[in-house]
């Protein structure tokens, strides 16, 4: 899914969205997901350089960045990645997390060889049925002290 074409940081104009430490690299996901939780543990594992901060969707400012690139927020089938203060979703922003975070991540990157449509396809498949995929869990209350130091909430 292609999102609105927006100006980097554009949602620092929105009254909607909550002021916010957007320095670095920012991902809002299902933070009821365990397949959400798989991935924010695959950055942490692999974010030697900590730019990476994750913002639970079912904050309000989550909700607030969804509602600004078109997104539902209600739609667990939602992710957004946010680069330099430019929104991705779908399977493009997890090409680009990989991307970023190096190493085997980049191997991701071969996926970029499908068309738009059958990105979308995939992702859309995966994130429809995640809940069957992976029991639900709650993200925010992990143990794991590197994910909890990663919230923005």
């Known amino acids: 899914m292609k999102l609105p074409d927006r ?3 554009s949602y620092r104009d929105d009254p909607n969205v909550p002021e ?3 320095r670095g690299l920012r991902t809002v996901m299902d933070a009821q997901c365990g397949l959400c939780a798989r991935g924010a543990r695959w950055i942490a594992r692999n974010d030697h350089a900590r730019a990476f901060r994750i913002i639970p969707m079912q ?3 989550g909700r607030a960045l969804f509602q600004h690139y078109d997104l539902d927020p209600e739609d667990p089938a939602s992710w957004l990645f946010l680069d330099q203060g430019q929104g991705y979703t779908s ?3 997890i090409i680009r997390v990989g991307r970023h975070l190096g190493g085997a991540s980049k191997l991701l990157s071969a996926l970029r060889v499908l068309p738009r449509p059958v990105q979308d396809a995939l992702y859309g498949a995966i994130a429809r049925n995640r809940y069957r995929l992976s029991p639900r869990v709650d ?3 992990l143990p794991d002290a590197d994910i909890q130091a990663r919230l923005l909430i």
Do not use: H
């Open 59 to 61: 904050t309000d400012l």
């Open 20 to 22: 916010f430490d957007d």
């Open 139 to 141: 993200m925010c209350t």
């Open 7 to 9: 100006a980097p940081f």
């Open 91 to 93: 399977l493009d922003a």
